[in-house]
Nanobody, 110 residues
Framework: VQLVESGGGLVQPGGSLRLSCTTS????????MGWARQVPGKGPEWVSG???????YYSDSVKGRFTISRDNAKNIAYLQMSSLKSEDTAVYYC?????WGQGTQVTVSS
């Protein structure tokens, strides 16, 4: 099983980024997927998830600003992030159950 995140970077407050999680080694359409983030010195924070039926759920801190989606044909999960704030700065990880990707850094700063 491999999960590879991409799309992170530096963005100004109020800006947008789209993260991608490219997967392999399992039947993507049969698994729920999720995103979590972590700031150095703190524990991981769950951000969002998408079930196999496409239903979604979000933490209160990102609800209304982030959108999770999945493309079962391409085996990719996405996290569209809008109205970004400095407190969104973190390493973002794609998750499939207990399996994590290597993470991608998102920095929100002017």
């Amino acid at each position: 099983v491999q999960l590879v995140e991409s799309g992170g970077g530096l963005v100004q407050p109020g800006g947008s980024l789209r993260l991608s999680c490219t997967t392999s080694g399992f039947t993507f359409s049969s698994y729920a997927m999720g995103w979590a983030r972590q700031v150095p010195g703190k524990g991981p924070e769950w951000v969002s998830g998408i079930r196999i039926n496409g239903s979604t759920y979000y933490s209160d801190s990102v609800k209304g600003r982030f959108t999770i989606s999945r493309d079962n044909a391409k085996n990719i999960a996405y996290l569209q992030m809008s109205s970004l704030k400095s407190e969104d700065t973190a390493v973002y990880y794609c998750k499939q159950r207990s399996i994590w990707g290597q993470g991608t850094q998102v920095t929100v700063s002017s």
